[in-house]
Nanobody
Framework: QVQLVESGGGLVHAGGSLRLCCAASGLTPSYYFYYAMGWFRQAPGQEREFVTAINWSGGGTYYADPVKGRFTISRDNAKNTMYLQMNSLKPEDTAVYYC??????????????????WGQGTQVTVSS
């Protein structure tokens, strides 16, 4: 059974940094599939949106335009953990951030939708 638990959220001033972590369990690849992972966020009154994703091998990533150049996604499969380093934070980055995982046939796939598993979310608040 897959479980994802986020941590690292909090309150930060604009221009500051935060590092989110996603501890995963049950993400064991098989001959038939791997697990890509991603981060999504949902601001009050808005729909959940894609932020960034990383493939199983960690060599492929994709970022939504609003976070390009400021956020960095990474993963350590040996520790079953994914990270999101967020720099130069802006008030519009304020949201609940969710960790997600998705089965993929290829270890190289970097999906932006269709995720199978979700964490409970962690709040990130950026003050102006």
């Amino acid at each position: 059974q897959v479980q994802l638990v986020e941590s690292g959220g909090g309150l930060v001033h604009a221009g500051g940094s935060l590092r989110l972590c996603c501890a995963a369990s049950g993400l064991t690849p098989s001959y038939y599939f791997y697990y890509a992972m991603g981060w999504f966020r949902q601001a009050p009154g808005q729909e959940r949106e894609f932020v960034t994703a990383i493939n199983w091998s960690g060599g492929g990533t994709y970022y939504a335009d609003p976070v390009k150049g400021r956020f960095t996604i990474s993963r350590d499969n040996a520790k079953n953990t994914m990270y999101l380093q967020m720099n130069s934070l802006k008030p519009e980055d304020t949201a609940v951030y969710y960790c997600a995982a998705r089965k993929t046939i290829s270890s190289q796939t970097v999906p932006t939708s269709g995720y199978d598993y979700w964490g409970q979310g962690t709040q990130v608040t950026v003050s102006s």
